[in-house]
């Protein structure tokens, strides 16, 4: 049987663009349909914008700082039409690239929605037809919100960069990964951010001495966060929107952003007429290779649900054109992947949290918490963690996590140790670069806790 193509991915994020690419250049026929912007969630309505928000919101704390360090500087106003100006421009410039990519490595795309019609077949949004041999679903997924009186008037995180203007006052409902970095930049930027979440503590899942701090740090640069406390129904006011939580108050905020956790994009794919199956949330189920209950059909990224970070969608792509091109059958490792969540502080995290590891086997702790030295200076009361969960048995440390300014860049080395197995005696061999905060890491001597 002869195809169109040799693979068909429906998406041009990261991971499809990837995936696309990576199959060309080993010399197979590849077409990709996008229906939105070339670069997808991460380029275009997440991470990137979001550090470059992250960036412009640490400027004021960095002029106190200047000015605790002698200098004569005053922070002035923030321009967000400039800044957005200048946002927009430069996400323009990454759709070209990730653009230039597929047509540079002869990569057919289609800016057009595309649906399975069969296990060998999509159909586009203008009605055409395109056979493949193989099939890659990399949709990836969307922001969703509760359903809620009034909650078709709060914005997502897709609709921050859009704003007219910064509003005075915010409401950030949730407590994940999007909602405290938001919660950060924002407070930063100089909007009254006001954040609920329903459980007892932020960043559910992770170390909670790490997630402890910040919160603890949040709370003190300014986010007014609201634990144990949710959203009953938002109103439309001439100045906002009108409030009502679980804990009885009500407050006018004029804008609420809801950070409630995302959806696979699995509507309207084809994929229950062409017999991929779906799991509870919609996600496309996938076995280690990212192939689907159809054999001709893979998925990976986000709409695959498995770890949603971009890194992983590209691993996955990678893995994938590894295992159906270059008949080198590779499954996908998602075991120990560090990440950051870029809050103020950042928390950087990489292996089993506390908690979590004391449930596997027994432990011990090594942790310090201290003011570092260029933020003590300034006189603020900043502080951060330094922290190793290290196996008895094995003395591997099976966890590691940072509350600091710049914990994403330092968790990706550490992560290097501990992926090739480090002990702690080996983080003890190595001699430590002072002075530094993550000098700590490799000078812990005794542990805090046990057990
Ligand atoms: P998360 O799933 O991490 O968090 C969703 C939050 O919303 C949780 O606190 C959850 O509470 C809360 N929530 C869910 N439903 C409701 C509801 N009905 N009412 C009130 N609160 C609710 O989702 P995010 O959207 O923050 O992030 C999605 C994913 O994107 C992350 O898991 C991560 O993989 C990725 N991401 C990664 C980033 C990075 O690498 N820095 C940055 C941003 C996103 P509860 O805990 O009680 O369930």
């Known amino acids: 049987m002869t195809f169109d193509y040799d693979l068909f991915v429906i998406g041009g994020g990261s991971g499809g663009v990837r995936a696309a690419r990576v199959a060309a250049q080993g010399g197979a026929k590849v077409a990709l349909a996008e229906e939105d912007r070339y670069g997808g969630t991460c380029v275009i309505r997440g991470c990137v914008p979001k550090k470059l928000m992250v960036f412009a919101s640490e400027y004021p704390a960095a002029i106190a700082d200047a000015q605790a360090y002698g200098w004569t500087v005053h922070a002035g ?14 996400l323009d410039r990454l759709e070209n690239v990730y653009r230039g990519i597929l047509k540079t490595n002869g990569v057919e795309s289609f800016d057009a929605r595309a649906r399975l019609v069969d296990p060998h077949t999509v159909e586009l949004s203008d009605g055409s ?43 950030i409902i949730g407590g994940g990964y999007i909602a ?21 503590q932020i960043l559910r899942g992770f170390d909670e001495e790490a997630r402890g701090l910040v919160s603890e740090e949040m709370i003190q640069s300014g986010v007014n966060l609201h634990l144990g406390t949710n959203i009953v129904d938002m109103v439309e006011e001439e100045s906002g929107y009108r409030v009502t939580s679980t804990n009885g108050s009500e407050e006018v905020f004029e804008q609420v952003m809801f950070a ?66 270059n008949g080198t059958p590779t499954p996908v490792d998602h075991d120990l992947i560090p990440t950051a969540i870029f809050t103020q502080p950042e928390m950087g995290t990489v292996g089993l949290s506390e908690e979590a590891a004391r449930e596997q086997e027994p432990i011990e702790v090594y942790a310090t918490s201290f003011r570092p030295m260029q933020t003590a200076f ?74």
């Open 180 to 200: 405290c970095e938001f919660a950060c930049i924002l407070n930063g930027l100089g909007v009254k951010v006001t954040q609920f979440y329903r459980g007892a």
């Open 260 to 325: 409630t956790g995302r959806a696979p994009n699995t509507e309207d794919l084809g994929l229950e007429a062409a017999g991929v199956k779906t799991g509870r949330k919609g996600e496309i189920l996938v076995d280690e290779y990212s192939q689907t209950a159809v054999p001709s059909v893979y998925a990976i990224g986000d709409v695959t649900d498995r770890v949603n970070l971009t890194p992983v969608a590209i691993r996955e792509g990678m893995a994938f054109v590894e295992t159906v091109f």
């Open 378 to 451: 300034a006189e603020r009361p900043d502080r951060v963690l330094m922290k190793l969960i290290v196996s008895q048995k094995t003395r591997k440390v099976l966890g590691c996590h940072i509350v600091a300014p710049g914990a994403g860049e330092m968790i990706q080395l550490a992560g290097i140790a501990v992926k090739m197995g480090a002990t702690k005696e080996d983080f003890d061999r190595t001699v430590a670069v002072h002075p530094t905060m993550s000098e700590e890491l490799v000078t812990m001597k005794t542990p805090v806790r046990t057990g």
């Open 129 to 171: 037809r395109k056979s493949a041999k193989h099939i890659l679903i990399a949709t990836g997924g969307r922001p969703v919100k509760p359903d809620l009186p009034g909650a078709e008037h709060a914005i997502t995180s897709n609709d921050i960069f859009h704003l007219e203007s910064l509003p005075k006052s915010i409401l």
């Open 77 to 90: 106003g923030f321009d967000w039409s400039v800044f957005q100006g200048k946002l927009h421009a430069e």
